[in-house]
């Protein structure tokens, strides 16, 4: 069987930068005027009003001080809590192909290798700009790929799910050398007027290009990957191709981002950390082999409680680093940025772990050795 290995990764994240403070003084003024013009049906029971929001409380309840952002403008606009994008033409390329090729340039320039020698693109990631076609096959076009290429969803989980993939595609010998690349623009995604949600997101994209074990130095060693699911309503968004057909009855209806942040937190907490044990088992990786775990930036106290699980020692910023602080959560591309951004004082033989976990429930694993 034909091993993998990570030849490269490379990320990339808007110079535009949100802070908590700004954030939250957008939405309290949008949560003000909002009780203000509804003051009538709020008094008389008839709707609910919008609660204030607290940077303090964003910062202790996630760990997150700021984001990067496609477009800020439009976010902090209360009459428009959206980045603003401007339409193109059909024959221009996507803006979400456009993001995702700044990190994939970077991706194949480290590795020096030509997009013409790429047999294979996945685009994982939460969501696409368009049903069809696949994103994937736009970048594959553009970087000048003669392979396939195809679109993978699963949420903040995407990105491993696309490295499970790409490692099982290279294993059987349908490929040699595998681009996954996961743009992450969360902030059209997000509802910032939704208190428990509004500050979560940031926007980022990142790739790995993995590649059939040809005895050429450097990269990692694929040692193994890990997928599973576990069905929940609890962290949804509901926007699709249906909605016209299926909700437009209903006025309530509303197709952005929705969750349940505790339930959200308990579950993956304890679904996730197995899924991770369960590879590291299959692969005889007792939890003092692994010198550090890269994962998924969701909430800070979270990547505490899962990092100990998996480590089965406390948690620190050298064995499972953080970055939520400055990107906030990033969906699938954070494990990626997380890796590039925490690996490079690992010495040759030393192995990590990447573990992500969302909605879904999917959670994706990948224990990996430096070579
Ligand atoms: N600003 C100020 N106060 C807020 C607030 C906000 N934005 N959101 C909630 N609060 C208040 C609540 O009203 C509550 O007040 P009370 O105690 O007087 O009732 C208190 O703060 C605690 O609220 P709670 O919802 O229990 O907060 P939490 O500690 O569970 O943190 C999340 C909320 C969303 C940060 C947390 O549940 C979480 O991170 N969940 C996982 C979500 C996630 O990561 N999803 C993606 C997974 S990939």
Redesign the pocket.
Same mark, same amino acid.
């Given at each position: 069987m034909q091993t993998s290995i990570i030849r490269s990764t490379g990320y990339w994240v808007p110079p535009n930068v949100i802070s908590n403070e700004e954030l939250?003084e957008s939405?309290n003024r949008y949560a003000t005027r909002f009780n203000s013009d509804n003051a009538a049906a709020i008094t008389a029971g008839e709707l609910a009003d919008v609660?204030? !929001? !607290?940077a303090? +409380?964003?910062k202790?309840?996630?760990g997150i001080e700021r984001r990067h952002v496609i477009e800020k403008s439009g976010i902090l606009d209360i009459d428009h809590l959206r980045p603003h994008i401007t339409p193109r033409p059909f024959d221009e390329v996507s803006f979400h192909a456009e993001f995702a090729l700044k990190s994939v340039k970077i991706a194949l320039e480290k590795a020096g290798i030509d997009g013409s020698d790429v047999d294979g693109v996945i685009v994982a990631s939460s969501a696409q700009q368009r049903n069809f076609p696949g994103i994937a096959c736009e970048i594959q076009s553009l970087i000048g790929s003669q392979g396939w290429s195809f679109d993978l969803t699963m949420?903040? =989980?995407s990105a491993l799910y696309g490295l499970n993939i790409a490692n099982a595609m290279i294993a059987s010998g349908q490929a040699k050398r595998i681009l996954v690349c996961s743009p992450e623009i969360m902030t059209c995604i997000n509802v910032h007027s939704r208190?428990?949600? /509004? %500050?979560?997101f940031g926007d980022a994209s990142s790739a790995i290009l993995v590649e059939a074990e040809d005895g050429q130095a450097g990269g990692w060693d694929v040692l193994g990957t890990h997928t599973k699911n576990k069905f929940s309503n609890n962290?949804r968004s509901d926007f699709g191709f249906l909605n016209d057909a299926e909700r437009s009855v209903e006025p309530d209806f509303s197709p952005g981002l929705d @969750?349940? &942040? @505790?339930k959200? +937190?308990k579950d993956?907490v304890s679904f996730s950390p197995t899924v991770a044990r369960e590879l590291m088992d299959r692969l005889k990786i007792a939890p003092e082999d692994v010198r550090r775990t890269w994962l /998924?930036q969701?909430?800070i106290?979270?990547v505490e409680m899962i990092a100990k699980r998996i480590l089965g020692r406390d948690r620190t910023p050298e064995n499972a680093p953080g970055i939520l602080h400055e990107y906030g959560?990033t969906?699938s591309s954070s494990v990626v940025m997380n890796f590039e951004m925490h690996s490079d004082d690992m010495a040759a033989g030393e192995t990590g772990l990447m573990c992500a %976990? &969302? =909605?879904g429930y999917g959670v994706g694993a990948a224990a990996i050795r430096k070579r």
């Amino acid at each position: 069987m034909q091993t993998s290995i990570i030849r490269s990764t490379g990320y990339w994240v808007p110079p535009n930068v949100i802070s908590n403070e700004e954030l939250v003084e957008s939405y309290n003024r949008y949560a003000t005027r909002f009780n203000s013009d509804n003051a009538a049906a709020i008094t008389a029971g008839e709707l609910a009003d919008v609660p204030l !929001s !607290s940077a303090e +409380f964003v910062k202790n309840a996630s760990g997150i001080e700021r984001r990067h952002v496609i477009e800020k403008s439009g976010i902090l606009d209360i009459d428009h809590l959206r980045p603003h994008i401007t339409p193109r033409p059909f024959d221009e390329v996507s803006f979400h192909a456009e993001f995702a090729l700044k990190s994939v340039k970077i991706a194949l320039e480290k590795a020096g290798i030509d997009g013409s020698d790429v047999d294979g693109v996945i685009v994982a990631s939460s969501a696409q700009q368009r049903n069809f076609p696949g994103i994937a096959c736009e970048i594959q076009s553009l970087i000048g790929s003669q392979g396939w290429s195809f679109d993978l969803t699963m949420a903040c =989980a995407s990105a491993l799910y696309g490295l499970n993939i790409a490692n099982a595609m290279i294993a059987s010998g349908q490929a040699k050398r595998i681009l996954v690349c996961s743009p992450e623009i969360m902030t059209c995604i997000n509802v910032h007027s939704r208190r428990d949600v /509004h %500050f979560i997101f940031g926007d980022a994209s990142s790739a790995i290009l993995v590649e059939a074990e040809d005895g050429q130095a450097g990269g990692w060693d694929v040692l193994g990957t890990h997928t599973k699911n576990k069905f929940s309503n609890n962290l949804r968004s509901d926007f699709g191709f249906l909605n016209d057909a299926e909700r437009s009855v209903e006025p309530d209806f509303s197709p952005g981002l929705d @969750q349940d &942040g @505790q339930k959200v +937190f308990k579950d993956v907490v304890s679904f996730s950390p197995t899924v991770a044990r369960e590879l590291m088992d299959r692969l005889k990786i007792a939890p003092e082999d692994v010198r550090r775990t890269w994962l /998924h930036q969701a909430n800070i106290r979270m990547v505490e409680m899962i990092a100990k699980r998996i480590l089965g020692r406390d948690r620190t910023p050298e064995n499972a680093p953080g970055i939520l602080h400055e990107y906030g959560n990033t969906s699938s591309s954070s494990v990626v940025m997380n890796f590039e951004m925490h690996s490079d004082d690992m010495a040759a033989g030393e192995t990590g772990l990447m573990c992500a %976990f &969302g =909605a879904g429930y999917g959670v994706g694993a990948a224990a990996i050795r430096k070579r």
